[in-house]
């Protein structure tokens, strides 16, 4: 059973537009949301996070949105840039319980 | 600071031979370890996840062990490997309540 879910496994953004990528998840127990982001053979790396408290977090060119009622959030990244070219999953978690993670979402920016 | 490290990062290993992948943590006592695999289509997986010495939680029933003979190492291990063992390993340790940190990962092909 798969809580989080990522349901596009790829996104091809023109550099400058903005890239939005979604996830769901299922378990009302998550109060912590996170994005990876990740290139081949490399480990994840922290984007950003938001809390169950807030539906929005900025860090320059990423906002993370946190739609509870519809247990749903969004990574936006504006303007895009061929460096964000990555692998990007969505990460979810309760108070002692470990991360959860999507299939993750590729996303391929075009100059 | 904090760092982990992971090894090897590449394995070629034939099936029905063991396996033993190490990761340790430097620079902090009595973390939490996690093992993640990310295989083809299958996003990151979570295998084990250990919060002490000699404490192993399994997620998944399946082909490999862990274990954590001391404070800041975790060693991800199988007697015999199957084709489906291939992937992408990674560890990591977490650094807050909601925050982990990846290592390199160790890419592992079974032949």
């Known amino acids: 059973d798969q809580q989080v879910k990522q349901n596009s496994p790829s996104l091809s953004v023109q550099e400058g537009r903005i890239s939005i990528l979604n996830c769901d998840y299922t378990?009302?127990?998550?109060?912590?949301f996170l994005w990876y982001k990740k290139y081949p053979a490399e480990g994840p790396t922290f984007l950003i996070s938001?809390?169950?408290?807030?539906d929005k977090n900025e860090d320059g060119r990423f906002t993370v949105f946190l739609n509870k009622s519809a247990k749903h959030l969004s990574l936006h990244i504006v303007p895009s840039q061929p460096g964000d070219s990555a692998v990007y999953f969505c990460a979810a978690k309760g108070r002692n319980t470990p991360l959860v993670f999507g299939k993750g979402t590729r996303l391929s920016v075009i100059a | 600071s904090q760092t982990i490290h992971q090894w090897p990062a590449t394995l070629v290993q034939p099936v029905g031979s063991p396996l033993s992948l190490e990761c340790t943590v430097e620079g902090t006592s009595n973390p939490n370890l996690y093992w993640y695999r990310q295989a083809a289509g299958r996003g990151l997986q979570l295998l084990f996840y250990?919060?002490?010495?000699?404490?192993i939680s399994s997620e998944v029933p399946q082909n490999l062990s862990a274990s954590r003979p001391q404070d800041r190492q975790f060693i991800l291990s199988s007697k015999k490997l199957l084709l489906s063992d291939s992937g992408f390993y990674l560890c990591a340790w977490q650094h807050s309540n909601y925050g982990y940190t990846f290592g390199s990962g160790t890419r592992l092909t079974v032949v």
């Open positions: 378990n009302s127990m998550f109060d912590y």
């Open positions: 938001i809390s169950s408290i807030k």
């Open positions: 250990s919060v002490g010495i000699g404490q």
